[in-house]
């Protein structure tokens, strides 16, 4: 049972670039979601999802973008990378019911020069 | 609003009984959690308590909950090296599509 897969674990992106951070989870987990780590900043929700095809704005969403076309899989988009989205990303997935929290992906560390 | 506040840091002695406090401000959580963070690692689930619990005990943690206070508290008894990490706080709240309210997180140094 592999959880949540995030892919890749590490990139460097220079200014201006795109990218699209791949998340996938196979525990038929409806809710999705994309969290930002920046030091000693906790965890900032971007976007989260409550089911394929449906995607809302979390706590900073600018210069981000989702979609969920199937349970599995939630992408996040990163249009025209700056230096302020240097940061380490979360995936995590939960059920809708359950009462047991995220699961979380082990995190992509994303720097922009 | 909802927030969850942490302190910072904490440092302990191998063999020592840690204890990290996490408060919130929302009446209304339902389920309030701790989880684990390892370097370079995602979050892991530690232990969760449900609003009407006082008490919550898994092996070596002990999980309190004061809620009058809305004061939460994990109990890591005969603290190991191996439990070094940052522990973070977070509140579920009625409604809110079962999104969590964050604490910053403690981050727990274990001396030899």
């Known amino acids: 049972n592999a959880g949540v897969t995030q892919t890749p674990k590490f990139r460097i992106l220079k200014i201006g670039q795109s990218m699209t951070l791949q998340c996938t989870q196979d525990?038929?987990?409806?809710?999705m979601y994309w969290y930002r780590q920046d030091p000693g900043m906790g965890l900032k929700l971007i976007y989260y999802s409550v089911g394929a095809g449906i995607t809302d704005k979390g706590e900073v969403p600018n210069g981000y973008n989702v979609s969920r076309s199937t349970t599995e899989d939630f992408p996040l988009r990163l249009e025209l990378a700056a230096p302020s989205q240097t940061s380490v990303y979360f995936c995590?997935?939960?059920?809708?019911?359950?009462?047991?929290?995220?699961?979380f992906g082990s995190g992509t560390r994303l720097t922009v020069v | 609003g909802e927030d969850v506040e942490q302190s910072l840091f904490l440092s302990v002695r191998e063999g020592d009984s840690s204890v990290i406090n996490c408060t919130y401000t929302d009446s209304s959580s339902t389920y309030l959690y701790w989880y684990k963070q390892e370097p370079g690692a995602g979050l892991q689930l530690l232990t969760y308590?449900?609003?009407n619990m006082d008490m919550k005990q898994d092996q070596r943690l002990t999980v309190l909950l004061n809620k009058k206070d809305k004061h939460l508290s994990l109990r890591i008894a005969d603290t190991q090296t191996g439990d070094s990490a940052i522990y973070f706080c977070?509140?579920?709240?009625?409604?809110?599509?079962?999104?969590?309210?964050w604490g910053l997180g403690t981050s727990l140094a274990v001396n030899p």
């Open positions: 977070a509140e579920r709240t009625a409604g809110n599509n079962r999104k969590l309210i």
């Open positions: 525990m038929n987990h409806n809710y």
């Open positions: 995590a997935s939960s059920y809708s019911s359950t009462n047991y929290g995220y699961t």
């Open positions: 308590i449900f609003s």
